[in-house]
């Protein structure tokens, strides 16, 4: 049985107290994800997946929702939450903040994933093919997700530094939109002439066209680099028994869509199955991160 409790965690605050234990006195396994998306979508995508953990563990499974990409990862320093979907910049900042704590499983799209620039047909940028095309968005108003996005800001501002595109190079100061959707309906209204998000969620929101293709347009598809993945604390074992943390793993690297509620999972998340992964991999957002100063 899974629950979506009323609670929101804060992104900063004292230490928690006891974690609290639902009816019954059962302790309970808390999931959450850096909020990148709409929260109903979230509520439905982590809905169906602590569902699904609940089914194959027999223990309680709760979505937490949090505010703020920050927020994610101070929760999960503090055990309030134990398993999180992190993007590649938060979740390395989480496990830098939480010794011990193991990448658990990514979807397979994650390994090779992209960022996705687009533009308000009516500021001109042309289709960019490759890396140096970049400096076409300079002079333009430019918009990123999240501040703490790996796709939606880390990479793209590397991108762009990469092809000489300074952050005084826009029009105006760029601004953060919150979330790879809100990205897109900024730019599709003109509120900014460009910007950069989650190439997932674009793909997704053009093949149900969610986004009026009239307006706003892909003008450049990044190279690949490494993204989302689950993590998952260290003490997870101790609170609920042996061997959870591999039967975590275990479950969701068995998500192949031969059941209803697996094809369900598949669909939210957008991909065709999870894989393993390795600390190593997000070697380069951690080397952008410092870069940036976004990793201290």
């Known amino acids: 049985v899974f629950a979506i409790p009323a609670l929101v965690l804060a992104g900063c605050g004292s230490s928690p107290g006891p974690r609290a234990k639902p009816a019954g006195g ?36 709760t979505y937490v929702p949090v505010t703020d990409y920050t927020a994610s990862v101070t929760a999960f320093r503090r055990g309030d939450l134990d398993l999180v979907f992190f993007g590649g910049l938060t979740g390395v900042q989480a496990r830098l903040q939480v010794p011990g704590a193991k990448i658990v499983a ?10 996705v620039f687009v533009a308000n047909k009516s500021a001109g940028v042309p289709p960019i093919t490759g890396m140096s095309g970049l400096a076409a968005l300079a002079g333009h108003s430019f918009t990123y997700g999240s501040e703490s996005s790996t796709s939606g800001r880390l990479m793209p501002a590397y991108f762009l530094s990469q092809a000489g595109v300074a952050p ?8 953060f ?14 509120t900014y002439e460009t910007g950069a998000l989650n190439s997932a969620v674009w793909d997704d929101r053009v093949t149900t066209g969610k986004v009026d293709v009239t307006k706003v347009v892909e003008v450049f598809r990044t190279p690949a680099y490494h993204d989302y993945h689950w993590l998952i604390r260290p ?34 998340f957008h991909c065709k199955g999870f894989i393993t992964a390795k600390p190593e991999d997000y070697a380069q957002i951690e080397s952008v991160g410092r870069t940036l100063g976004l990793i201290k």
């Open 26 to 61: 059962s302790l309970v396994l808390h999931v959450s994800a850096i909020p990148d998306q709409d929260p109903q979508l979230l509520q439905r995508q982590y809905g169906a997946v602590s569902e699904y953990l609940s089914t194959k563990l027999g223990v309680a499974v």
């Open 106 to 115: 990514q979807r397979d799209i994650d390994a090779e994933f992209r960022t």
């Open 168 to 175: 005084t190079a826009f029009k105006g100061q760029a601004g």
């Open 177 to 190: 939109s919150g979330s790879h959707d809100k990205t897109i309906k900024l730019v599709e209204a003109g």
């Open 235 to 268: 003490d997870v074992d101790d609170r609920l028994g042996a061997g959870v943390t591999q039967r975590v793993a275990d479950a969701l690297l068995g998500v192949d869509g031969t059941e209803a509620q697996e094809t369900q999972i598949l669909e939210l």
